[in-house]
Every structure is written in C-alpha cells, then in structure tokens.
C-alpha cells in the first residue's frame, strides 16, 4: 500500500483534530458534521477525489448510522473501529489509533 493515497472520514472537527496530531499533513481528514445528506456526501466525494477512503466513526449509535451510509456512498471504503469505551474517535488514545492506521499502512511501522 506504499503507493496508496488515503482520505479519511470523521463525524466531525474534533475527531479531525485528533487525527491531525496523528497523520502527514498531506492525508485528508474529512468530517461529515453530522448524518450526511445527499449535497453532503457529493461534496465528500469530491474532496477524497481519487483517494482511497477510510471510515473512522464513533462506536455509539450516530457512528454506526453514519458508517452504514458512508458505506452504501463509498463500498470500498476501508474501515477503523475505535472500542466504545474510549467514548468516540476524538478521545481515542493516540497510541491506538496509530496502530490502526499502521495496520492499514496508512502510517510506517517504526
């Protein structure tokens, strides 16, 4: 996946922030702000253009309803869970979340 270019999709600013401390400047990080409606979700795919997409979405109800369309727009998206008890993607451990984008070669391993 060393070639591959990566956007990732977050429910909203803080969850990008987070990732921001984590990822290369250069990977967007783009929130939906809330259940995507169809204008929403055509502006989402124009920012990750030819990307490939990565969901990473909160473990609680909104996050899953927002994953499922996220889903159905972008098929062969990829996906990164963060466990319920870290209460969404913004208070997710740093540590976790690199290990996660490592997995997917989206970060080097050290």
């Known amino acids: 996946m060393a070639d591959e270019t990566f956007a990732i999709i977050v429910e909203g600013k803080n ?3 987070r990732l921001q401390a ?7 990080i ?4 809330g259940i995507p409606n169809q204008d929403r979700l055509e502006r989402i795919r124009k920012a990750v253009k030819h990307h490939t997409v990565v969901i990473f979405t909160d473990a609680d109800a909104a996050g899953r309803r927002i994953r499922r369309i996220l889903r159905e727009a972008f098929p062969d998206a990829l996906n990164v869970y963060t466990k319920p008890g870290y209460n969404g993607v913004e208070h997710t451990p740093v ?8 997995r997917l070669g989206i970060l080097e391993w050290d």
């Open 95 to 102: 540590d976790y979340i690199m290990e996660r984008f490592k």
């Open 15 to 17: 969850d990008r922030s």
């Open 22 to 28: 984590v990822l290369p400047p250069e990977i967007p």
């Open 30 to 33: 783009i929130p939906t702000f």
